[in-house]
């Protein structure tokens, strides 16, 4: 039984019929009853702000802020902190790296004072030993 009507079978060189052209924009068909002139104007100047469930919010540095309500100094302050703790994030991460490359240097360090150490005590045990005799 057919999903979509009559099943005609599948003809592999048959070409598909050529569809109308559709605009990419449906601005021009909207009523001025659902949007002002205001509404669809962009403003050069200024953040973007929008109005969302009596909650106003704005596009600054990136990030949506709530500008209505009491939550806005703290909404601006939580991304603030959030940029800072990133920060400290990074040079935690910075110091870290700094701190085990000075490792890996003292290492090494003392190996070396530890091999030249052992060439001076044989290079003394062999004149000691030879003048001895």
């Given amino acids: ?26 601005l021009s068909s909207l009523d001025d009853s659902v ?3 205001n509404d669809l104007q962009v403003d050069g100047g200024g953040p973007i702000r ?5 909650q106003e919010l704005v596009f600054e540095d990136g990030n949506w802020i709530t500008e209505s309500g009491s939550g806005a100094e703290s909404s601006r302050e939580v991304v603030r902190l959030k940029k800072h703790i ?15 490359l000075l490792l890996d240097m003292l290492v ?17 045990a062999r004149r000691g030993g030879g003048t001895k005799r």
Avoid: H, I, W
């Fill in 1 to 26: 039984m057919p999903l979509f009507g009559r099943n005609k079978g599948f003809v592999p060189n048959q070409k598909t019929p050529r569809r109308k052209s559709a605009s990419l924009t449906n």
């Fill in 35 to 37: 949007y002002s002139q």
């Fill in 50 to 54: 929008v109005c969302l469930g009596g």
């Fill in 86 to 100: 990133r920060e400290l994030t990074e040079e935690n991460n910075l110091l870290k790296f700094k701190n085990e």
């Fill in 108 to 124: 090494a360090s003392n190996a070396d004072s530890l091999v030249q150490q052992k060439e001076l005590e044989a290079l003394k």
